[in-house]
T-cell receptor, first 115, second 114 residues
Framework: KAGVTQTPRYLIKTRGQQVTLSCSPISGHRSVSWYQQTPGQGLQFLFEYFSETQRNKGNFPGRFSGRQFSNSRSEMNVSTLELGDSALYLC??????????????FGPGTRLTVT | AQSVTQLGSHVSVSEGALVLLRCNYSSSVPPYLFWYVQYPNQGLQLLLKYTSAATLVKGINGFEAEFKKSETSFHLTKPSAHMSDAAEYFCAVSDYTSDNDMRFGAGTRLTVKP
């Protein structure tokens, strides 16, 4: 089974621009979560989508948004980029493995650099 | 809300020595606990998970972790470190009241000396 894929792997943008990152979950997984990873703040939860609906949201400004398509693929968008948005953006997909248990499978991430 | 604390941002061991990475959790309900490993420029890989079935959980690459409710701990161990174990390790906690609401610790970077 193919793993979680993220495109692009590396991206360089200029302050003020906007960017769209893409994530394809493992086949059959309907939940996709996004995380931002930086040396200073560590792993921070951005949001989670399930069946095209945002189910959870972390504490990030409205410049960060996302969506999920009917095939479970997800995109996240960051508008008006700031230098502090430079980070590794990780996508994870999951499926229920029991009544309550689940686990997340991570993609390799997109390294975003804002100059 | 649940949270985890990883004690020690850096741990260094010699090859062949015991690996012990510490994780303490806080949760208002019985938690689900996870350990992930991240190699440079890669995503996170699940090492093992605790979902209340057994307190001693065995994972991949020879790692295991023991859930201790009295100590609110879920420490990760490996009897004999290998050079390839050098990576960053993350402990994570979730409760089942909110699917996919997973909280990660700050991470522990493991260095293995030859």
């Amino acid at each position: 089974k193919a793993g979680v894929t993220q495109t692009p792997r590396y991206l360089i943008k200029t302050r003020g621009q906007q960017v769209t990152l893409s994530c394809s979950p493992i086949s059959g997984h309907r939940s996709v979560s996004w995380y931002q990873q930086t040396p200073g703040q560590g792993l921070q939860f951005l949001f989670e989508y399930f069946s095209e609906t945002q189910r959870n949201k972390g504490n990030f400004p409205g410049r960060f948004s996302g969506r999920q398509f009917s095939n479970s693929r997800s995109e996240m968008n960051v508008s008006t980029l700031e230098l502090g948005d430079s980070a590794l953006y990780l996508c994870a997909s999951s499926a229920r493995t029991g009544t309550y248990s689940y686990e997340q499978y991570f993609g390799p991430g997109t390294r975003l650099t804002v100059t | 809300a649940q949270s985890v604390t990883q004690l020690g941002s850096h741990v260094s061991v010699s090859e062949g020595a015991l690996v012990l990475l510490r994780c303490n959790y806080s949760s208002s309900v019985p938690p689900y606990l996870f350990w992930y490993v991240q190699y440079p420029n890669q995503g996170l890989q699940l090492l093992l998970k605790y979902t209340s079935a057994a307190t001693l959980v065995k994972g991949i690459n020879g790692f295991e972790a023991e859930f201790k409710k009295s100590e609110t701990s879920f420490h990760l161990t490996k009897p004999s470190a290998h050079m390839s174990d050098a990576a960053e390790y993350f402990c994570a906690v979730s409760d089942y009241t909110s699917d996919n609401d997973m909280r990660f610790g700050a991470g522990t970077r493991l260095t293995v000396k030859p």
